[in-house]
């Protein structure tokens, strides 16, 4: 398999610990490494390239995290939330061509901010959304994730809100994005954009990420609930302020 040439030895150790800290992040908490990932593979390669190697590796660490969280995953939610998200991430696209997704990206971004501190500060359900409100956490995940390319504020906040233990919630948005992911794969191997250039990276960063991903869930493992909470919140604040920043 050839070498790309941007793959050099700078880049590459860059790619590694970057890698390495996405990974690490997407095991603790169960969702954040396109939030590291994709941004700091942009510095090194355009969109285009930077996204389906992401995707690739992203893929390979959730699919890392199944057979530790399987049993702790919270099956009567997803199954609820699943659908809508996948039903509506093809409307949320379709509508890209009669709203402006940059004006609805920063309005969305700024809520997920307000709400982000609500959690900080304490915030909780009494009780889980029934049937038609997990629906609606899925759907409306779904069709931002189609619209604006931010799908993960509305079923991060439906766990972390909801009451529930933390080991269940870090596996429930694992396997939430997970079926999300295997999806958006899906979607760009139809349109070939897993060529070789992408395949040699993803590859040469796996050592990376099955690091990163043994280090996040051993971390998880020591920490306390409170810290997972801080951790998570804290996270979702930030990709609040990132899709802000992006839509200037």
């Known amino acids: 398999m050839p070498i790309p040439d941007d793959l050099t030895v700078a880049a590459y150790g860059f790619s590694f610990v970057l890698i390495?800290?996405?990974?690490?992040?997407?095991?603790f908490t169960g969702f954040g490494f396109a939030l590291l990932a994709v941004?700091?593979?942009?510095?090194?390669?355009?969109?285009?390239?930077?996204?389906?190697?992401?995707?690739?590796?992203?893929?390979?660490?959730?699919?890392?995290?199944?057979?530790?969280?399987r049993k702790e995953m919270d099956w009567r939610s997803l199954r609820l939330l699943l659908p809508g998200g996948?039903?509506?991430?093809?409307?949320?696209?379709?509508?890209?061509?009669?709203?402006?997704?940059?004006?609805?990206?920063?309005?969305?971004?700024?809520?997920?901010?307000?709400?982000a501190l609500a959690l900080w500060r304490g915030f909780r359900l009494k009780r889980a959304p029934g049937p038609l409100g997990s629906f609606l956490a899925g759907a409306s995940a779904g069709f931002l994730g189609g619209l604006a390319a931010i799908p993960g504020p509305p079923?991060?906040?439906?766990?972390?809100?909801?009451?529930?233990?933390?080991?269940?919630?870090?596996?429930?948005?694992?396997?939430?994005?997970?079926?999300?992911?295997?999806?958006?794969?899906?979607?760009l191997a139809l349109k070939g954009a897993f060529d070789l250039h992408a395949i040699t990276w993803a590859a040469a960063l796996g050592p990376a990420m099955l690091l990163g991903s043994w280090l996040g869930s051993a971390g998880f493992r020591r920490a306390d609930p409170a810290l997972f909470r801080s951790v998570a919140v804290g996270l979702l604040f930030v990709t609040g302020a990132a899709g802000i920043a992006s839509s200037f």
């Open 155 to 187: 079923v991060i906040l439906f766990y972390l809100s909801a009451p529930g233990n933390h080991t269940s919630t870090r596996a429930s948005l694992n396997g939430f994005f997970l079926i999300l992911n295997i999806l958006a794969v899906g979607t």
């Open 86 to 115: 996948v039903l509506l991430t093809p409307v949320g696209a379709l509508l890209l061509a009669v709203v402006d997704p940059t004006l609805l990206k920063l309005a969305i971004c700024i809520i997920v901010m307000v709400i």
């Open 20 to 27: 390495l800290a996405a990974s690490f992040l997407r095991a």
């Open 39 to 69: 941004p700091g593979l942009m510095l090194l390669m355009p969109p285009v390239a930077a996204v389906p190697i992401a995707m690739l590796l992203q893929l390979g660490a959730a699919a890392a995290m199944v057979p530790s969280t």
